[in-house]
């Protein structure tokens, strides 16, 4: 196992990315990582904290691409940054799972052009995990990656969430919901409409239903299903409750929940290696938990079982 790192993207980076390698370290292998980035650089931040630079892999890349750079210029420009190096190793099998910080944009470009879709997929989704009021956890999907959808789509993310709920949060038989603006069959615009009957008669999936926005925070459903334009309005709100929780000083368990570090980053569901996109403000905890969830991610053969799936 190997798991690449971009140590230059993020706001915080490349400081952060090595306190959550030094973390990382306490629970795992130095041989399962490759840090990608300024070798230099690195290797003074490294024996800063304590950490012997020859015992892990440093990948040297020379520029770093900037959070407002146009992603698909920035990766053919900038071939020797640490994002485009490092699809270039995962391209290689070289390493197993890449993950980053840095531009999303480009993370999500250079996903598209070094890695294939599994086979069947239409396109890729990104999900988000959500905390239900009870303790339990939940998956969105899509939040972003593909703002207008088909039907279809929708119906291979219900799978795809499926599977990532039963291998990743360890939930044996979750449910489908698709969000909608009421819970009778019918109701809806077009794409609604159109995906309900899909997930009704998909057999590896269990549908409850369309789920209204009072129902994502309850436990009405574990995988919740809508477009990326949906789903990127309702995590950038979800976000923001942890934010206005910290400005408050409001001190709840469940708020503390939403604070995007306890997850690290968001994986692309759909593609044949495991690629992991971070928030730009990331610090240790996060870059810790990317790690962590790479890790998962290919001890669990996620996306192997992702393609059986599929191929079913």
Do not use: W
């Amino acid at each position: 196992m190997k798991i690449g790192i971009d140590m230059m993207g993020g706001d915080f980076a490349p400081l952060e990315a090595v306190k959550g390698v030094k973390a990382y370290l306490k629970t795992s292998s130095a041989s399962s990582l490759c840090l990608i980035g300024d070798k230099s650089m690195l290797e003074k931040l490294l024996l800063e904290h304590g950490i012997d630079p020859t015992t892990l892999f440093i990948q040297h890349a020379a520029s770093v691409i900037g959070m407002h750079e146009h992603p698909t210029k920035a990766l053919k420009e900038k071939t020797d940054s640490s994002i485009a190096v490092g699809f270039g190793l995962l391209a290689a099998n070289k390493i197993d799972a890449f993950l980053s910080a840095g531009n999303t944009g480009a993370m999500l470009v250079g996903t598209h052009f070094s890695i294939k879709p599994l086979e069947g997929v239409i396109r890729p989704t990104i999900s988000t995990i959500i905390p239900k009021v009870d303790g339990k956890t939940g998956i969105l999907l899509d939040v972003g990656l593909n703002a207008d959808c088909k039907p279809e789509q929708l119906n291979q993310s219900a799978l795809m969430g499926t599977i990532y709920a039963q291998q990743i949060l360890g939930i044996e038989n979750p449910t489908t919901g698709l969000i909608n603006v009421g819970e009778e069959e019918g109701k809806g615009n077009q794409l609604a409409q159109a995906t309900y009957p899909l997930l009704k008669e998909n057999s590896s999936i269990q549908f409850i239903g369309n789920i209204e926005g009072r129902d994502i925070l309850q436990s009405k459903a574990d995988v919740m299903v809508c477009d990326g334009f949906t789903g990127n309005i309702i995590l950038k709100m979800a976000e923001s409750i942890y934010d206005i929780a910290k400005q408050q000083q409001i001190q709840n368990a469940y708020f503390d929940r939403f604070n995007f570090e306890d997850y690290g980053g968001t994986p692309i569901l759909g593609v044949a290696k495991p690629v992991l996109i971070g928030h730009g403000i990331s610090g240790e905890k996060a870059f810790l938990n990317m790690l962590l969830l790479a890790k998962k991610m290919i001890e669990k053969d996620v996306m192997n079982t992702l393609q059986k799936a599929l191929q079913a």
